[in-house]
């Protein structure tokens, strides 16, 4: 079954372009509805437009708090996916914190890519906390969105080597690598239904 989807985004959008090229290459059965970036001006949008996709720009910095930003972050997405049901929330590099207002408004549905073994090394500069903790081993994960940060149940991961030579670019670049397999096969094992997500977070 075609899988309906929205990407949040803030940077560069390389997760999504991956997206976008499963989607073209006929690897992921997906209808992207909306790209939607907190900040104006970013790479992502610039991809999304070019693949065609609708994108808007929602800045947290128009809102008083996270809860009315996301009141309207909600209203905004619902209005997008129109009446399905069986949508997802992709957080492809979304450095926004999310509010329980919206994880129930798609309750099991919003889904992150981080690039590290969760539950290793969470928040901001995941490479750099790998690089300096000295493990031989690390990788990406796609998980569930829940109110922790990178809580949420995992999905699936992909294992890359940490080198000697590594710092948190390097290490970073072999991680991205592997987060562009990874996600669009996650969210394609959805639309087969052979990854069947829970009805609550
Ligand atoms: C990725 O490393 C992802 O794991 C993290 O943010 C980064 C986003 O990169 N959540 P991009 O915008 O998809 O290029």
Partial sequence: MTLDLVVLVSGSGTNLQAILDAIAGKRLDARLHLVLSNKPG?????????????TQVLSH???????AYDVELVRVLRAALG??????VVLAGFMRILTTIFLDAFP?????????LLPSFPGVNAQQQAVSHGVRISGCTVHLVDAGTDTGRILAQAAVPV???????????????QEHQLLPAVLQSIAEGKLVLPESH
């Fill in 163 to 177: 080198l000697a030579s590594d710092d948190e670019h390097t290490l970073g670049a072999r991680i991205l690598e």
């Fill in 108 to 116: 099991g549905r919003v889904i992150n890519i981080h690039p590290s």
């Fill in 61 to 67: 910095k128009d809102f008083a708090n996270r809860q």
């Fill in 83 to 88: 009446d399905s049901k069986h949508a997802c």
């Fill in 42 to 54: 970013v790479k992502a949008l610039d991809r999304a437009r070019a693949a065609g996709i609708a």
